[in-house]
């Protein structure tokens, strides 16, 4: 109840493509979603977040889409560039309960070839 | 410049011996996180702090430890005990209600 999968595992794309990455959860109380974006030696830094109050959140050329009643959500980089290239995670926490701890899918290798 | 450090960047541990990791932040955020990353895998909780003077086990505690006396600072001691510590591991802190921010990780190999 827990788990949060994401797939694939890894994912080549080209350049000007459109990349697409899919998490699935099982808990109904989970309802923060954030993406983080890791590239290789560096810690992860957030992208996008999205609540289950809303099915779409679009920050420039990332695009979170949220299907409540599937429980699940993906994220969409648009016009995908090399410097995209990257391993990328989706999460899920609960507010006030647990102490915000986040539960993390595999992650997703990202390479955009020129 | 606000923001997470963790220090070293590189730590080399021999057999049997106990290690600390540096995490500071500078954020006035109150609860912070410590997260094992392996090759291929999601992040790990080890421990986490939600207020000062108190921490609670995450998924992964066995052969860890951590203390929060100040705010500012919640060290991870990666001890004896810990038999596969060679890893790489992320401290984070938490702006209310949900976003966790991390710091640049610090990367333990077990000669």
Same mark, same amino acid.
């Given at each position: ?114 | ?50 207020? #000062?003077?108190?921490? %609670? +086990?995450?998924?992964? $505690?066995?052969?860890?430890?951590? *203390? !929060? ?8 001691? #990666?001890?004896?005990? %810990? +038999?596969?510590?060679? $890893?790489?591991?992320?401290?984070? *802190? !938490? ?17």
């Amino acid at each position: 109840q827990q788990q949060v999968k994401q797939s694939p595992q890894s994912l080549i794309v080209q350049k000007g493509g459109i990349s697409i990455i899919n998490c699935a959860y099982e808990n109904t109380a989970f309802d923060y979603f954030p993406w983080y974006q890791q590239f290789p030696g560096k810690g992860p830094a957030l992208l996008i977040a999205i609540r289950p109050d809303v099915s779409e959140k679009k920050e420039g050329r990332f695009t979170i889409s949220f299907n409540k009643s599937a429980k699940q959500f993906s994220l969409h980089i648009m016009d995908s560039q090399p410097g995209d290239s990257a391993t990328y995670f989706c999460a899920a926490s609960m507010s006030n309960n647990q102490g915000g701890k986040l539960i993390f899918g595999q992650g997703t290798e990202l390479s955009v070839k020129p | 410049d606000g923001g997470i450090t963790q220090s070293p960047k590189y730590l080399f541990r021999k057999e049997g011996q106990n290690v600390t990791l540096s995490c500071e932040q500078n954020l006035n955020h109150d609860a912070m996180y410590w997260y094992r990353q392996d090759p291929g895998q999601g992040l790990r909780l080890i421990y986490y702090s939600q207020i #000062v003077n108190d921490f %609670q +086990k995450g998924d992964i $505690a066995e052969g860890y430890s951590v *203390s !929060r006396e100040k705010k500012e600072s919640f060290p991870l001691t #990666v001890t004896s005990a %810990q +038999k596969n510590p060679t $890893a790489f591991y992320l401290c984070a *802190s !938490r702006a209310p209600p949900n976003t966790q921010y991390f710091g640049p990780g610090t990367r333990l190999t077990v000669l």
